[in-house]
């Protein structure tokens, strides 16, 4: 029994030792489990934080917003005279928009456009910043910008992309009559109330054209009698386009501000119908050359009930011009004022739109203008169509005929067709 009871301790003492083993390997297994998920641990941590480092870039991209627009035109026109035909294929605009968005309540907005593909000296373009301003809400009715700004003027000067209106050109009046794309430095302030008006005025740089000169009338004649002597006389350009007067906010001459408003009513679905005035007490930015301030006033109404839609416009300036003025030469001596086309100009359009289609639009256009210009006193028709791609890419095609009021510019009469293709993104 003795040998017995020893060799039953030697069993136990044995599988004690077993035990032990199996916990040592046990806890050598934990233990290494423990590392992995301490391991494991430190590699979520890091990545969480290298999402979070990056999360930085998409929030700035998603605040950052790019887009654009372009046009190319053909233009195969026959004037009168054959030196005033135009046949030519051209690139005229390209336009890229950036913004981006600091908070709800502000943000920044640029535009920046190249016409006619290339600019330099004796190119035909150029590369203009039309856009560069803060915006800021004050709440939702009410919004504030400074820097460079379309000014709120007729129908085209703020929404022009091309698969925005029909026709390969811009409407002429709103090209002679309201210089667009028109745009200036300074400030503006917008309201707008849940009856669906909105207010606009602006404060920005004026326009700055050629004044009127000294020139001397020679005596008039009949027979052998002087009928009026010699005289000075001051006298207005006779070539004016007041588009020429766009500053551009490049040195912009700001001597005398101009400033612009605006009364806009939307309250009903497809009517937009709103008035516009600007006022400037020096168009030529100097004083003593017979020329003092002027008004443009313009009016405007837009409609679309289904598949037809209308457009019309009225835009006017009056200039006031001296009828006499001091002599710079002969101190307290008076010399008239000869005003060549210059105090008065203004032009119309109406253009009944119909589309065919959803993509599918047919229009015609009348437009009577009395500019500055006597090239730029004539009617034109014009009658074409849109086909959009989608919404955001056209090609259009339309027939113009140009007939102008004055027999010297007769040679310029034409009539022909235009293409096109338009994008904006």
Known sequence: TVIAQTNEVATLK????????????????????????????????ATAEAVESYSSVPSFWEKTSMGGYGELHYNNLSAEDEANDKEQIDFHRFVL???????????????????????GDDKPGEVELEQAFVEYDFNEYSTARAGVFLLPIGILNETHEPPTFYGVE?????????????????????????????????????????????????PKIEGTQIVEPKRDVFETPKSVRIRDGRQKTAEADA?????????????????????????????????????????????HVVYSSGPFGFRALYAGWDVDVDAEIDDPRN?????????????????????????????????????????GRSRDEFEQWTVGFNYWLNENAVFKADFQDREHDNAGDQGRDYDGFNLGVGYEF
Request: proline share 3%.
């Open 14 to 45: 044995q599988q004690v030792k077993e035990l032990q083993a199996q916990l040592k390997s046990m806890q050598q297994k934990l233990d290494s489990i423990d590392e992995n998920v301490s391991q494991n641990a430190q590699a979520v941590e």
């Open 97 to 119: 928009f950036f913004g981006h968005e600091f908070s709800d309540r502000l943000r920044f907005f640029s535009e920046v456009e190249l016409e006619h593909s290339l600019a």
């Open 170 to 218: 811009r409407n002429a009046v709103e090209n002679v009559i309201i210089p667009t794309t028109w745009w200036a430095g300074g400030v503006g302030y917008t309201h707008r109330t849940d009856a669906g008006f909105s207010f606009d005025v602006a404060l920005h740089e004026g326009l700055k054209i050629d004044g009127a000169k000294v020139v001397t009338e020679e």
């Open 255 to 299: 001597d005398d501000l101009a400033v612009t408003g605006r009364i806009k009513y939307t309250g009903m679905p497809g009517l937009e119908l709103a008035a516009s005035l600007q006022y400037q007490s020096d168009i030529t930015q100097e004083s003593g050359d017979a020329i003092d301030d002027a008004l443009l006033y313009e009016a």
């Open 331 to 371: 101190p307290g001596t008076k010399v008239p004022v000869v005003a060549k086309n210059y105090d008065s100009q203004h032009g119309w359009y109406a253009e009944p739109s119909y589309k065919v289609t959803p993509n599918f639009g047919i229009f015609a256009r009348y437009e009577d203008i009395e500019g």
